[in-house]
């Protein structure tokens, strides 16, 4: 058994060590892209769900205010918030000409918030291009403008980016970095922009679609009642046959403070895994994969041990390999065992929860779990 448990680790782990590294130059970066603003430029239509997001909201809506991007309007819809996020947004909206606040006061039912608040952003909309994105995201300057210059090198109907994770909660770095070289790597990052493949990506920080192409695939009507979003977003765009890009978004987009404490993040884990056969899924495979090649370390056959230290290397070389592209620490690799118990916790915790509630609860509001899909 040790030597089964070593071998597979060694074969899963090393396998796409190998792999990754040989293709991950092929994962484009927004920072290396010379921007170009030659004639007539599109309108950007920036769309912002906010739901209690006082902390972070004006700092996001500043820094698009702040793009050297000319022509762009930023569109922050106030989702049931009841915090002072409505009172940024109306202060905001009266200070700066080319920003818009929408008030939601009900959800209708089927729908998540955000994919809610999104659609009802979109119907306000002036651009030809729609970039969808979370209020505690910060841009650099020159973002968009490079985006849209990537946009058009490459012929794209869909850009999407990983985002650098900022911030002192270092809690939220680790989930993260597991998050995105788990993406770039068993996630080929590098085929999503081969029309042929279907690997493709969506992530919320930075969902950028041509408006047509969007509306082409059914706006978020189409998976209104599914908890990842900017996934289902990205899917069905390469589902369409349009032509879609993941790239890093390193130095040129932030997350700040993604989760601020390991209450929180553990609890995000439930928006995905709310049902007691995926929570045993999760567990077996972290268990197995993310966690025993640590205690295998220490037990059993010397052999089989030093099939654990292998996998262990590679998974620490991974973690290298994609800090070297991204914004991660390339010591995150030391962290990997307690992503996993992370998720261990987060995923039993959102099954019970779920079981006793009858639903799926996501900030503060309770989803009926009969048709949720994550």
Not at 118 to 141: E, N, R, S, V
Not at 255 to 267: A, F, R, T
Not at 290 to 297: A, E, F, S, T, V
Request: hydrophobic share 40%; glycine share 10%; net charge positive.
């Amino acid at each position: 058994m040790y030597w089964i448990l070593g071998g597979l680790n060694v074969l899963m782990w090393g396998t796409i060590a190998v792999i990754f590294t040989a293709k991950v130059r092929g994962i484009g970066a927004l920072h290396q892209t010379m921007e170009k603003m030659d004639g007539e430029q599109p309108m950007i239509s920036v769309i912002i769900a906010a739901r209690n997001e006082q902390k972070a909201l004006e700092r996001c809506i500043k820094s698009l205010i702040n793009q050297t991007y000319p022509r762009l309007e930023v569109i922050v819809v106030n989702d049931r918030s009841d915090d002072s996020t409505g009172e940024i947004i109306a202060r905001l909206e009266g200070t700066y000409s080319n920003v818009k606040g929408i008030e939601i006061s009900e959800l209708p039912e089927q729908w998540m918030g955000k994919s809610h608040a999104l659609l009802q952003g979109t119907k306000q909309a002036q651009g030809d291009w729609l970039l969808f994105t979370d209020a505690d995201i910060l841009f650099h300057p020159h973002c968009i403008a490079k985006a849209v210059t990537y946009t058009e090198q490459h012929g794209l109907d869909h850009l999407t980016m990983i985002p650098d994770f900022e911030g002192p909660h270092v809690f939220s770095k680790w989930y993260a970095a597991f998050i995105f070289m788990s993406a770039s790597s068993f996630g080929q990052l590098w085929k999503i922009k081969d029309p042929k493949s279907p690997q493709s990506l969506g992530v919320g920080a930075f969902n950028f679609v041509k408006r047509d192409v969007y509306e082409q695939i059914g706006t978020h009507a189409e998976f209104s009642y599914i908890t990842t979003d900017d996934a289902a977003l990205g899917k069905r765009v390469k589902q369409a046959g349009y032509r879609q890009d993941a790239i890093y978004g390193t130095r040129m987009i932030g997350v700040w403070n993604w989760y601020e404490s390991l209450k929180q993040l553990i609890g995000s884990v439930e928006k995905s895994v709310f049902s007691y056969k995926n929570a045993i899924i999760t567990t077996i495979s972290c268990l197995l994969t993310m966690i025993y090649p640590w205690i295998g370390l220490f037990m059993g056959p010397v052999s089989a041990r030093i099939l654990c230290a292998v996998s262990l290397l590679s998974v620490f070389w991974l973690y290298f390999i994609y800090s070297r592209h991204s914004g991660s620490g390339f010591w995150y690799g030391i962290a990997h065992p307690f992503v996993g118990l992370f998720l261990i916790m987060g995923g039993l915790r959102g099954a019970f929860n779920a079981n006793r509630s009858g639903g799926m609860t996501w900030r503060g509001t309770t989803y009926d779990r009969t048709n949720l899909k994550a």
